[in-house]
């Protein structure tokens, strides 16, 4: 199986295990992932992310014009970004996830540590996640906002809408993905409760063993 084959069936496969679980629902989220020759495959717009189609996924060049497949998400410019400012960037991931989006919602929720740091796994997977305003759906400037960013966080959360996260691989960004429902889903669960978060040595812990951005 050719590289650009066996990515496709992983983006598929993935997506669908997202969808099953309910980390997205209906046509919401969007899978991007790039291929050695520097070109990307991007999940089609329109489509739920359960009933991809290997053969039909967007497969754009290295400046993200369409060279086959159907048309892209509206999203694009959100990935895009994502691989011009963090160097190794090999997947991108965008959910619609509950958790996320209900923690976005909260006045409380601190815009520049928007998931807590509940979890060594929270910290190694994640890092920090940026809160970002509220853009219409497919706005460009979301793409400006995470380049504003200048490659300092694999992930965000935009308000009102869902998450966003940058791995080195599709299996990295969705594990990521994943760490930071879960970890939105716990401080909900939590909040009002005083939870015992990570101290800033434990943090520094695994910061260092693990090499995170932070």
Known sequence: MSEQA???????LLAKSMFDRGLTCGASGNISARLSDGSVLVT????????????????LDEKFRLLSGDRPTKETPLHSAFYETRTGTGAVVHLHSTHSVALSMLPETDPDHAIPPLTAYAVMRVGKVKLLPFFVPGDPAMGDAVRGLAGKRSAVLLANHGPVVAGKDIWA????????EETAKLALLTRGQNPIGLTNDQIG??????????
């Open 44 to 59: 089609p717009t329109g489509v739920p992310m359960g009933f991809l189609d290997p053969a039909r996924i967007s497969h």
């Open 173 to 180: 960004a969705t594990f990521a993905m994943e760490e930071l």
């Open 6 to 12: 066996k990515l496709r069936e992983d983006i598929c």
């Open 205 to 214: 812990a695994v910061v260092r063993k693990f090499d995170v951005d932070w």
